[in-house]
């Protein structure tokens, strides 16, 4: 949300929905220390989409597990809208999550013995609460699951099952949405579907969306990317465009392994570039190729042209204010 300075300007007036100040993560004791995180401080307005970044071994998951109450800080405070995680009990901890919180995560924890359906369901149910069957419809018809519903994930592709995981994250409608590579194990398509969907869960129900990625054209359908570097944060952009994202995690990574350019690995859209013409669209980054190319979801936020890639034209909004 904004409202205008009297010179006219915009300023950020959003409420914060999550933040940590100054935490801390050591593992390990005596010679096999690792500091994880040395002193992150930041917050996450409601509504608003974040993507966290940074070279392998920087912290990201730590401090994913750390705000969404999967693990415990060695120092610093997280707290989720006003609760602070610090000094929750267990049944509080698992009711918080349960309630407020979303996640979807590259290990995709569905429960082998139910469908689909009832995977989707399951936090809704727990929490005594009622289907919003519109919003069901609605996500499960944007991530094309609608006709794997009474399927077992044994029974789905990997990219399908994740798709159940980021339908289960959704349908509840929790205030945050915590993503750690949620697009990781997803080809182009699926992941613009996935991420489209995550953008239209802010922007039309104001939820609140974190994710860690390492794909410069995912992190372009986020608001701000933050960049971790040894345990802290070292870099944020606002509304960045793939190419923005890139150049930074270039110079983070020194060798660029993190986010390798278009002949990336594998499938490559985790770590491709955003000019990908290795696999051509299906690297492409979102101010390339058009609407016609793979990256391109489903219409989810109403603007036709908007849900083929993220909504930041290269050089819009790129201010970096660290
Ligand atoms: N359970 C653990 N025990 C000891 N060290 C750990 C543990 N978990 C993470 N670490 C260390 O903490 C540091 C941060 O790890 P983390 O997984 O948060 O990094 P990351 O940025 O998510 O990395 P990647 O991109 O490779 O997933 C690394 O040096 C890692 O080896």
Known sequence: ????????????????????????????????????LRGVTIEFGE??????MGPSGSGKSTLMHCLAGLDVASGGRVHIGEADLTGLSDKAMTELRRDRIGFVFQSFNLVPTL???????????????????????????????????????????????QRVACARALVGKPEIIFGDEPTGNLDSRSSGEVLSILRAATDEFGQTVVIVTHDPRAASYADRVVFLADGQIVRELARPSADDVFEVMKNLDGAGSEASGPSGDGAGSEASGPSGDGAGSEASGPSGDGAGSEASGPNVDGAGSEASGPKHAADENTSEVR
């Open 115 to 161: 469908t689909a359906r009832e995977n989707i369901t399951l936090p809704v149910d727990i929490a005594g609460r009622d289907i919003d069957t519109e919003w069901f419809d609605t996500v499960i018809g944007r991530l094309g699951i609608a006709d794997r519903l009474d399927h077992l994930p044994s029974e789905l592709s990997g990219g399908q099952q």
């Open 47 to 52: 509504g608003e989409f974040t993507a966290i």
């Open 1 to 36: 949300m904004t409202s205008a300075h009297t010179d006219g300007s915009l300023i950020d007036t959003r409420a914060v929905a999550a933040g940590a100040a100054d935490l801390t993560k050591v593992y390990g004791t005596g010679d096999t220390v690792v500091e994880a």
